[in-house]
């Protein structure tokens, strides 16, 4: 997919690379400095109310073990549609994202709710598998009823130069979705640079991607401010030049509400409020949405809260 | 060189959230140190520690839990020059007055280190039933005890109050003495420096009454002992602290006599005590 602005840039690999290390690089100080800046803004009272709120209503509830059963899956879910039982008011979270088997299971327990299916798809996390099976595992997951599909990219390829191989990969995987709305994990822990965090940015941009995601949550470090700014960068910079507008979420890492909050306030600043949507910007994470709950009891009640008043996941 | 004290919490040695620090002066007035003046959300991160710290104290066993507790005490006499300097300066007593409260406050320790594998033998029970079963009743910790420390006796009454929580096996979160806090913040140096693992005991320094409230509210703590305040405004905070049920340890009514002996009283005031039936035979 190319776009007009952007003419045919992944014609060939040559192209494309040259396209891809003709981004700017990052000021690797000054995105750490910014970010760290940014991180300073005290958010109280009200407005700590409503971004409590907001970041609820934008969580991704994620559960990727392996030792996930079909009953730990149906908690989450309900633990989704009524975050706080205690608590009408608490808004749902965004979506619940699993493992590409345990689909059904959440979609029968989310139906009618608004709350969104993710499922990992593509040999998540390594991405270490062929395309054919990584083809498989998408429309797997679509046909079980999946609104989401969180794909990994080929970090191998990509790190040895072959981004034509991992263009490809997207818009296979974007081809395979339908009407599923595709979000690439970068896995930015591995990814060595900012540099190479706008390049794959972009990379999964061009390729189609609808949402851009910063990790696995099985990498450390993952949603890092600095690399989550950067890549708000390359959504607003790419929005300024295709017209297209393209979610980001990361994930990995982020548990506690000043963190969340922080992020959002990243948001804010860097590609403006139209983002702070679920539909344009998501968190993915399983503990943070405890810490959102104890803080927005302590401000409901006036006094703080523990994890006995919260449920365990 | 003049010192400023800081806060212990989790292990570590911060400085008050909020920043902010107060003058500590002798009994007469003249200047002393810094310490720092903590605040509602040190209390928060101090009840986080504690919380985190519990699992792995309460789980420990009753014997090395003791050992643990000797080291302490160990630790804490081999700094005595430096805590009777201090308790002379606060409660303004002459250097041989000072060193006897000290030595009674080692004393205590050891005292209250002896009884962690003794509290089952004493105060649990093989009770009689009618039916085939193994009845016991055992001592369990109750978790996380706020303790507002006595304002008078800087050492050995904090001693007095926090080592039973310890013994126990609860995890603990102490406001010290507002105009004393000086002996309370060396013995988080001497806690740092022996075994106790970090959260176990966090000591806070400032106002008892910012900080109370907080901890009296608070949801995730299991019990609140209120010596350090009086008996007006122990009734908002034996209030406050009837939000989640916590135990309450009420003020006495007049200032104790820490070098009395301290019988079992605050060791049970931290345990609750679990019934367990079993069947017999089979």
């Not at chain 2, 911060?14 to 140190?33: M, N, Q």
């Not at chain 2, 991160?45 to 519990?54: E, L, P, S």
């Not at chain 2, 300097?85 to 006897?100: K, Y």
């Amino acid at each position: 997919m190319t776009t007009a602005a952007l003419p045919d840039v992944a014609r060939d690999d040559a192209t494309l690379r040259a396209f891809l290390h003709g981004l700017p690089g990052v000021d690797k100080v000054g995105a750490e400095a910014r970010a760290a800046t940014l991180a300073t803004r005290s958010i109280k009272t009200t407005s700590k109310r409503w971004a409590i709120d907001m970041a609820i209503s934008m969580i991704d509830l994620t559960t990727l073990e392996g030792a996930d059963t079909a009953g730990k899956v149906r908690n989450l879910c309900a633990k989704a549609r009524r975050p706080d039982p205690a608590d009408a008011s608490t808004p749902q979270v965004a979506a619940v994202c699993v493992y590409g088997d345990m689909v059904q299971t959440a979609v029968a327990a989310l139906t009618g709710t608004g709350i969104q299916v993710a499922a990992v798809a593509t040999a998540f996390p390594s991405g270490r598998a062929s395309l054919a099976v990584k083809l498989a595992d998408t429309k797997d997951a679509v046909a079980a009823g999946a609104d989401e599909i969180d794909m990994v990219i080929d970090r191998g390829a990509f790190l040895s130069g072959r981004y034509l191989q991992v263009y490809d990969e997207i818009v296979a995987v974007k081809q395979a979705c339908g009407p599923a709305h595709l979000k690439v994990i970068l896995e930015t822990g591995e990814l060595a640079t900012y540099d190479n965090v706008r390049r794959a940015a972009w990379l999964a941009m061009l390729a189609g991607g609808d949402f851009i995601k910063t990790s696995t949550g099985k990498i450390n470090p993952a949603a890092t401010a600095p690399v989550l700014l950067v890549m708000l960068e390359a959504v607003r910079d790419f929005r300024s030049t295709t017209g297209r507008v393209i979610g980001v979420k990361p994930a990995g890492g982020i548990r506690t509400s000043k963190d969340a909050i922080k992020q959002l306030v990243l948001v804010n600043e860097t590609v403006g409020d139209e983002w702070l949507t679920p539909r344009l910007f998501r968190i993915g994470a399983s503990t943070l949405l405890n810490d959102l709950l104890q803080q927005r009891q302590k401000l409901t009640t006036g006094h703080y809260s523990g994890p006995d008043y919260v449920t365990l996941d | 060189m003049r010192k400023t004290y800081k806060l212990y919490i989790g292990g570590a040695f911060p400085r008050s959230e909020s920043g902010r620090s107060y003058a500590v002066t002798d009994s007469r007035g003249r200047f002393l140190a810094n310490a720092a003046q903590g605040s509602r959300k040190d209390a928060r991160d101090a009840v986080v520690a504690a919380r985190k710290a519990f699992g792995g104290w309460s789980g420990t066993t009753a014997y090395n839990r003791g050992q643990v507790l000797y080291r302490v005490a160990e630790v804490l006499e081999g700094r005595r020059d430096q805590f009777v300097a201090e308790v002379a300066a606060a409660e303004g007593l002459a250097p041989r007055a000072a060193g006897a409260t000290v030595d009674a406050a080692i004393d205590r320790w050891v005292w209250y280190a002896g009884w962690t594998d003794k509290l089952t033998q004493v105060l649990g029970n093989a009770n009689p039933v009618a039916g085939p079963y193994f009845n016991l009743s055992v001592p369990e910790p109750t978790g996380v005890v706020a303790v507002l420390a006595p304002q008078a006796s800087s050492l050995l009454g904090l001693v007095s109050v926090v080592a039973p929580v310890l013994a126990g096996g609860s995890t603990c979160v102490v406001v010290a003495s507002s105009a004393r806090p000086l002996p309370a913040v060396t013995l988080g140096e001497v806690l740092a420096t022996s075994d106790v693992p970090g959260g176990v005991i966090n000591i806070l320094t400032g106002a008892v009454a910012e900080i109370a409230p907080w901890l009296a509210s608070h949801a995730d703590v299991n019990g609140i002992d209120l010596c350090g305040t009086d008996l007006a405004d122990a009734v908002d905070l034996e209030r406050a602290a009837a939000g989640n049920v916590k135990r309450v340890l009420r003020p006495p009514a007049s200032e104790s006599d820490w070098s009395a002996d301290p019988g079992l009283t605050r060791l049970t005031a931290w345990l609750e005590t679990k019934t367990v039936w079993h069947p017999m035979g089979v």
